[in-house]
């Protein structure tokens, strides 16, 4: 089974940036959907970016103009750059890839980074 590790979360000033980046451990089928979700405490989770195949993206409204995800599907990796982060961003980020083996629907997730801002 591919895992996926995320790295790159931490403490950061409001205003500030931070990149997350997520290594996959094997090979993620072009075709899937990788991605980051977020869940901040006593909250559901959420999605905050997805790429798909190529390179077609979708943001949720709250971090679009801010945060860029990007994926390499050589490397089997998939990044997200943050960029002036806001106190509401604070949550566990989590690192997603989804789609089809054959018929079966496959979700993969990561252990999560915890991304804090503060003011």
């Known amino acids: 089974q591919v895992q996926l590790v995320e790295s790159g979360g931490g403490l950061v000033q409001a205003g500030g940036s931070l990149t997350l980046s997520c290594a996959a451990s094997?090979?993620?089928?072009?075709?899937?959907?990788m991605g980051w979700y977020r869940q901040a405490p006593g909250k559901q989770r959420e999605l905050v970016a997805t790429?798909?195949?190529?390179?077609?993206?979708n943001y949720a409204d709250s971090v679009k103009g801010r945060f860029t995800i990007s994926r390499d599907n050589a490397k089997n990796t998939v990044c997200l750059q943050m960029n002036s982060l806001k106190p509401e961003d604070t949550a566990v980020y989590y690192c997603?890839?989804?789609?089809?083996?054959?018929?079966?629907?496959?979700?993969?997730w990561g252990q999560g980074t915890q991304v804090t801002v503060w003011t």
């Open positions: 997603n890839a989804e789609g089809y083996s054959g018929f079966l629907r496959t979700q993969l």
């Open positions: 094997g090979s993620v089928p072009i075709p899937w959907a």
């Open positions: 790429i798909v195949g190529r390179g077609s993206t």
